[in-house]
């Protein structure tokens, strides 16, 4: 195989606020492995609070570029296993490699990843659309700017009830809240009852990611579904999620790609737990993967391509949180940010 790279630092429409901080920038890293003339695409977007960078993804993809491109690739579950041995610490990194080798199996298999799983998407949930946290009159006017059947909400401030409050005022669709770790026990004991009352669907993330102990009392308490995102990162927080949320928010560049992701899934349904898969800003190219996913979804949220005012590629488009798909094989994408 051969494998090239480009990072990009992707300009959101509106800076990004949520309970851990602000961003104007999406870095992002982009990886291409071409295999018998065939080209597939993967995506690994930085986040400051999971400590890689994209230039840490770099220095690690060239102290062993050697070793991916030697080997000798047939399906993508056993080169999953090879990268998960072979960047132990960097699941960014495997996650993008991971998502490139599932659309080039796709493509040499000339089918969209979706046909391939034998997945049926005329039954999708919609995607979310997320409002950062501002002040409430911005979070309103956002709001207005995008007219969309399900909004994910940022919360994790003094003004929570006020803001959902007012975003109610003008909105008769489902609201989620995402609080990204940002409430004490006692908070969202007093929060998310009122948020039920203001038509919420569900709380992603209420406590700090290892508050087990809050969570299984909040879990009991809890008249709202909760989900947890930054405490179940790998496959095996699945497992300890059950009985302390009622589903996970799964993120694959967390996890490291597909190949996990979709165990994750079968190891949620198992524990009839719900599933979501959230995105991390990814452009259109993290976001194809999420989407041919999304019909073993209970939730979706993959609205990276609409928040980011730049791309680097075509192929999955929106129509009032339906995902379009553009038939093609594999991701169902055409790279165009060379
Ligand atoms: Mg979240």
Redesign the pocket.
Known sequence: MKLRYWSYNLRFHHPFTISKGTKTHQPTLIVELEHMGVKGYGEAPAIAYYNIPVEKMIEDLEAKKSFVEKYAFTEPERYWHYLHHLFPQNNFLVCALDIAAWDLFGKLKRKPLYELWKLDISKNPLTDYTIGIDTIDKMVEKMKEKPWPIYKVKVGTAYDIEMISELRKHTDVPLRV?A?AGWKLEEAIEKIPQLKELGVELV??PLAKDDWEGMKVLYEKSPLPLLA?ESCVYEQDVEKCYQHFHGI?IKLTKCSGITPAKRMIEQARKKGMKVMI?CMNESTVGSAAIAHLAPLLDYVDMDGPLLLAEDVAKGIGYDNGKILYSGKPGLGIDFVGK
């Open positions: 995402d990204n992603e993330q995102d928010n959230g």
